[in-house]
């Protein structure tokens, strides 16, 4: 069990384990490449450049700000949309683009290869990202429980 100060350095575990073995999944797929060891070899950094992104960015102040432009009211189901929208939208281009980078290098296809893979993956993203956010939440609560 872990104190409820550390729910969100839990929660961000959960999250960034999930989030980059979806991604993982679906790029490697994607690229006709997906075997076991691919996805190991690409889960690794895109685990480390998730969680670390999660960690040093405020993704969930962000995302409340952007989605309290349009919506009022955290209770509103379109809040907890457009915030998610904000926050996987952040994760996915800065992430996709530095799993890219580590992949590819300095290559002048890079731009282009990121470009025209972004938007197929962020809509992915943000289906994946719906669905898995309740149930880590739930996870990461469950987790955190005690006090001090």
């Not at 980059?20 to 690409?42: D, H, I, P």
């Not at 955290?74 to 904000?86: D, I, V």
């Not at 952040?90 to 590819?104: D, G, K, N, P, R």
């Amino acid at each position: 069990m872990f104190k409820k100060s550390d729910f969100g350095i839990v929660f961000n575990t959960f999250f960034s384990i999930a989030f980059s073995a979806a991604l993982t999944l679906f790029v490697k797929f994607m690229n006709g490449a997906l075997t076991f060891e691919t996805f190991c070899m690409g889960f690794v950094p895109s685990f480390a450049i998730n969680f670390t992104l999660g960690t040093y960015i405020p993704l969930v102040k962000v995302g409340n700000a952007f989605a309290s432009l349009f919506v009022k009211s955290e209770k509103h189901p379109a809040f907890y949309f457009l915030r998610m929208l904000a926050i996987v939208v952040i994760m996915t281009i800065a992430m996709s683009f530095l799993c890219m980078f580590y992949e590819m290098g300095f290559n002048p296809a890079l731009p282009i290869a990121f470009l025209s893979s972004l938007p197929l993956t962020l809509v992915y993203a943000y289906v994946v990202a719906c669905i898995i956010f309740p149930f880590l939440l739930k996870a990461a609560q469950s987790l955190c429980v005690k006090e001090g």
